[in-house]
């Protein structure tokens, strides 16, 4: 070959490759790719014609709007706006929650779940409104929201002079609502589908805390779980405490995998520290256990010597601790309008409990813990109540039924299940799970209502699930020798993707 053959189009190449580049520049396009009859593009040009396109759609977005305002109404076309922001940001969040995970079907999985969700939101207005005349109390929070979105759009962002009826929570609540019309418009179809989303935000945030808190676990199962059981489907889906308590528990549980995980990072603290405060505006009880389990989960503590990069967040987690707790029992008291935390205090707050729950027609017998010889009944109890005779109604025949798939998958998981508690003395993140779920079922132990519990107990179960998805330490040894052998098939946390 010619020294002419060594420089193809004036660079210069190794002779090895200048065979093969001379043949690809003399040899005609329609030869080269003969079933398309065109070049593929080169490098630089497809990202340069997904940015022109990109550029032509945020004008044409922008011309839109403009034209819309000047015709529609901004409660017509706000929303639509507005959703299509929420979809371009649902598909961000589902994608870079998917690269977390070794499942190559969890971007489908997620994006179903969101779809899933969305429907729910649908069907939880639709019996709020028919089945229950709209006596449910997303219809209060809609009727309050409709004010506070009023004074807010005047530009009056004190709700003082509003009449908000309920408790100071609930005000909170009935703001949040308001703030979601106030952008998106005063359908409460909106309002539902928007807290339905923040719901869907708030397993988003658990499922990264799975992956991120524990290391040896079932990336599919907690997903299928924490995303598609029946009562995180439907009770978080509508205008109410129970999508903002997803969402709050869901970040302060991402605080605390990030600093008590296998890996610790320091900015688990920020997560931490917001999710405390949201948690605080609305149920300051919940934020007392979720501060105790993560001072249950301080105390175990990884075999081998701790790294400077593993006690620097852990050190700042018992700096915050202190602070979150003090704040935590302050408005704690406030809320159950106690002078001081005591023991007659807190039993005097129980039965108060027990007496306002245990009405109606789904009240039962309660099974409160005065000692630890009490804590089976009521683990029995707060998770998989009501049982098969206490059916009288179509939601109460979903709950039993959901509560006989847990008790499935607890036998079915009783080998991992049998040494939880050796791996909890040397993960701290099980640890804060087990001590979570302890604490909130000492406190709901009291409640006497199967709709009530039924309720409120989706701010347990995303932290229960994962107890459900553990490896056994056999499998999970074994994962570790393989990890350690092939680094390079390793990915976030070791855990397992593709069984059951």
């Known amino acids: 070959m010619s020294d002419d053959a060594n420089r193809v189009q004036g660079v210069e190449v190794p002779p090895w490759r200048a065979a093969t580049q001379w043949r690809a520049v003399t040899t005609p396009t329609s030869q080269r790719w003969p079933d398309r009859g065109i070049r593929p593009l080169l490098p630089g040009e497809e990202s340069q014609g997904v940015a022109v396109a990109g550029a032509v759609g945020i004008i044409g977005g922008i011309t839109l709007v403009f034209w819309l305002s000047d015709h529609v109404t901004y409660d017509t076309w706000g929303p639509m706006v507005v959703a299509l922001v929420l979809i371009w940001v649902s598909t961000v969040v589902i994608r870079r929650t998917a690269a977390l995970s070794e499942d190559p079907l969890m971007v489908r999985l997620l994006t179903v779940a969101l779809a899933l969700k969305l429907i729910s939101a649908l069907v939880r207005r639709w019996i709020g409104l028919d089945v229950y005349g709209g006596l449910a109390d997303s219809g209060q929070y809609h009727a309050t929201g409709l004010q506070v979105a009023d004074s807010f ?3 009056i962002l004190s709700t003082r002079s509003l009449d908000l009826a309920g408790t100071d929570e609930g005000h909170n609540i009935s703001v949040i609502t308001g703030a979601v019309y106030t952008v998106l418009g005063r359908q409460e179809i909106v309002g539902f589908l928007a807290f339905a989303w923040f719901g869907f935000l708030g397993q988003i945030l658990f499922f990264r805390a799975f992956l991120t808190g524990v290391e040896h676990g079932n990336q599919r199962r907690y997903a299928l779980l924490v995303f598609f059981l029946p009562s995180l489907l439907y009770w978080p889906s509508s205008i109410g405490k129970e999508a903002y308590m997803m969402f709050a528990i869901g970040l302060a549980t991402l605080g605390v995998a990030h600093l008590l995980g296998p890996h610790p990072r320091a900015r688990g603290a920020l997560y931490l520290a917001l999710g405390v405060v949201t948690i605080l505006q609305v149920r300051p009880h919940m934020a007392a256990i979720v501060v105790g389990g993560i001072a249950i989960g301080a105390i175990a503590r990884r075999p081998g010597r701790l790294s400077v990069r593993q006690t620097g967040p852990r050190v700042l987690l018992l700096l915050i601790l202190v602070p979150l707790l003090l704040v935590s029992v302050n408005r704690m008291n406030q809320f159950f309008g106690a002078d001081d935390l005591t023991a007659q205090s807190v039993d005097a707050n129980f039965e108060y409990t027990r007496d306002q729950t245990t009405t109606g027609g789904s009240q039962f017998e309660t099974t409160p813990v005065t000692s630890p010889a009490d804590l089976p009944a ?10 098969p005779w206490e059916i009288h109604s179509a939601t109460t025949f979903a709950a039993a039924a959901e509560g006989l798939l847990l008790v499935g998958l607890v036998l079915a998981c009783r080998h991992s299940l049998a040494a939880l508690p050796r791996q909890v003395l040397c993960n701290p993140y099980l640890a804060y799970v087990v001590g979570y ?10 409640i006497g209502n199967i709709g009530i519990l039924a309720r409120q107990r989706t701010q347990l179960l995303p932290i229960l699930l994962t107890l459900l998805a553990l490896q056994p330490l056999k499998t999970a040894a074994h994962r570790s020798a393989e990890f350690t052998r ?12 593709r069984s059951w």
């Open 378 to 387: 009521a683990v029995i109890s707060v998770l998989f109540r009501p049982f």
């Open 437 to 446: 779920s302890i604490l909130f079922i000492i406190a709901f132990s009291n």
């Open 486 to 497: 092939h680094p390079e098939q390793g990915s976030t946390g070791g855990t397992s993707a």
């Open 153 to 155: 759009r005047q530009g």
